[in-house]
């Protein structure tokens, strides 16, 4: 089965079988290890007038969701608008003294800073069977949006020492207009229980929104649905079921 992820309990999920969809670019030079996504670009939207069929299906074709079966005309800005797209963003979700008198933060990111190697201790440590690096390089490289959650420890000594480690991840591809879908959504075990994995779903939802991606789906275990409801997602909307392929030798 194709890894989708999840948050909770084990913010894993893998083997996915239910389609989850909810109404709410970045191409990089990448290092040999490590992916940094940290690019500004703009985008001219134009053309004419058009009519929308509402509906679901309508909405993933043309990225508009509407409630009812009206048919409606949508007017384009009579000039070609340039929306910048936001800076990768980075802020502190937590930060606490630990019993040794060390400090440490709970770092967010959407400016895709992985290390593989990381990334796959991370997978080892919430029981996901490994899959060839090369791939794994390949899936960070061809996502519209990687997040990340790290934990940084700085040592209350004299020296100050500071140690950073990845704790937590999700990605999203997308067709950078109209719809993204969510992968890998993953927290480190030791960090479940703590609302990282709720907090870290949001931060993903709310960057797509802001990039004008209003169609976000994803794929889930059963163990992790309510999970994802509690976040706004539907099973099956309108009935629509998923389709899977798979080779038959």
């Not at 690096?133 to 061809?142: D, Q, Y």
Request: hydrophobic content about 40%; proline content about 7%; charged content about 20%.
């Amino acid at each position: 089965m194709a890894p989708a992820f999840a948050a909770a309990p084990s913010f894993s999920v893998c083997g996915v079988r239910i389609p989850i969809s909810c109404r709410f670019e970045t191409q990089s030079t990448v290092p040999t290890l490590r992916f940094l996504r940290n690019r500004v670009a703009a985008k001219t939207r134009s053309g004419a007038p058009w009519s929308l069929k509402a509906g679901l299906w309508d909405s993933l074709r043309s990225g508009f969701l509407k409630n009812n079966n009206s048919t409606e005309t949508v007017e384009p800005p009579p000039a070609p608008l340039e929306i910048e797209e936001p800076l990768p963003q980075e802020l502190v979700l937590l930060e606490r003294t630990l019993p040794d008198g060390s400090t440490e933060q709970i770092l967010f990111s959407s400016a895709g800073d992985v290390d593989i190697y990381d990334l796959q201790a991370l997978c080892d440590k919430v029981g996901w069977p490994r899959r060839p690096l090369s791939k794994i390089a390949a899936s960070l490289r061809n996502s519209y949006l990687v997040a990340t959650l790290h934990s940084i420890i700085r040592s209350s000594g004299t020296e100050r020492e500071e140690k950073k480690q990845l704790i937590g991840m999700a990605r999203a591809t997308s067709d950078h207009a109209f719809n993204a879908t969510i992968w890998d959504v993953l927290v480190d075990p030791s960090y479940q229980g703590q609302g990282l994995g709720k907090a870290l779903m949001e931060k993903v939802i709310r960057t797509l929104l802001q990039r004008d991606i209003n169609n976000i789906t994803l794929f889930a275990d059963n163990k992790v649905v309510d999970f994802y409801k509690n976040l706004g997602f539907e099973v099956d909307p309108q009935g629509i079921k998923g389709m899977f392929w798979y080779p038959r030798f």
